[in-house]
């Protein structure tokens, strides 16, 4: 079945005194979800990345547990692939390496193919890593943000064309609390998370009038593979940073296993947050992330207190101070 540009809907939409190149885009997404005759025209499709662990894992059962459609991408094959197989009419498993854009480009077009949409895409995968900043290598560092940043910007911009064809669409970008609050030991983890927030960010307010909204994922400790073998360490050890680095270490691989956050009731908070008409900027998963938010926002705060004069005198006399870009 062809998708179709007008019809009773766009017409009840004009009458109601909506303007043109809104109607032409609610219409869209109201008739793209007609393309493939035989499934459920009200059931989403997902496309989650990282899908055989963690986040990834536990948001691609539940998905497919409410009865929606589950692209689930991931390097582990058979691990998704079992997945999959559960509801093999549902789901289908990719092998996809985020940051090969040749990869990137096929999974998106073999989604496309069995589903005939994206309604929702979930940036799950990501890479942790735990050292002194000075410890780890260019190399690293860049393999830190190749992972973690340019993927996940690179895998939204291969998605975004079909959402804008469509109409609408959600975005989950998962980062971290430690992409909105930095920690010794976890500089390079830090660096490519608050990357991915920043760009997040700004990228919300570019969509939002194409009819996509987008959510910044911030969870705080869960049992995940963070802190497990995979892991980034640094290949170098400077002794010089051990009193500071040491009780860090101690702590993240020490509670492993342990932490308080369960991420299938994590999962269930991305659900929730992609059905709400109103979804948030930035959604902090777990109360020690909440708990760190506001600690640092208060400290953030006094410290701007401390410093607001000497700030606020460096503008040429005369000068009329605007907003930063121009905005309110």
Not at 93 to 116: C, H, M, N, W, Y
Not at 135 to 164: D, H, Y
Not at 259 to 288: C, F, T, W, Y
């Amino acid at each position: 079945m062809r998708p179709r540009s007008e019809g009773p809907f766009a017409l009840h939409l004009r009458s109601a005194g909506r303007c043109t190149a809104e109607v032409t885009r609610l219409a869209a997404a109201a008739s793209n979800r007609l393309v493939f005759a035989g499934r459920n025209l009200m059931a989403r499709t997902w496309f989650i990345t990282g899908a055989s662990s963690g986040f990834g894992r536990a948001l691609a059962e539940a998905v497919l547990e409410r009865g929606e459609y589950a692209v689930l991408g991931a390097r582990r094959t058979a691990i998704i692939e079992e997945l999959a197989a559960r509801d093999p009419d549902r789901a289908l498993a990719l092998t996809i390496d985020v940051t090969d854009p040749r990869e990137r480009e096929t999974a998106v077009a073999s989604a496309l193919e069995r589903f005939g949409r994206i309604d929702v895409l979930a940036n799950i995968v990501g890479r942790g890593s735990l050292g002194a900043a000075e410890e780890f290598t260019p190399e690293q560092l860049r393999e830190q943000m190749e992972i973690n940043f340019f993927a996940a910007a690179e895998m939204t911009r291969a998605v975004l064309p079909t959402m804008r064809k469509q109409g609408s669409g959600r975005i989950l970008q998962l980062t971290s609390i430690r992409g909105l609050a930095a920690y010794q030991g976890f500089g390079p983890y830090c660096a490519s998370k608050f990357a991915l927030e920043g760009r997040t960010e700004a990228l919300r307010e570019e969509v939002m009038p194409l009819g996509i909204k987008v959510t910044i994922v911030e969870p705080g400790a869960f049992r995940t593979e963070f802190a497990g073998t995979k892991n980034m360490r640094p290949d170098q050890r400077i002794e010089a940073y051990r009193a500071v680095i040491a009780p860090v270490e101690a702590f993240l691989y020490g509670s492993d296993g342990k932490q308080p956050g369960d991420h299938r009731k994590a999962a269930n908070a991305m659900i929730a947050a992609v059905e709400s008409p109103e979804p948030p900027l930035r959604l902090l998963l777990g109360a020690d992330a909440i708990r760190l938010w506001e600690k640092k926002e208060a400290s953030l705060m006094a410290e701007l207190d401390r410093w607001r004069e000497i700030g606020k005198q460096t503008a040429f006399e005369g000068a009329i101070v605007g907003a930063v870009g121009g905005g309110n």
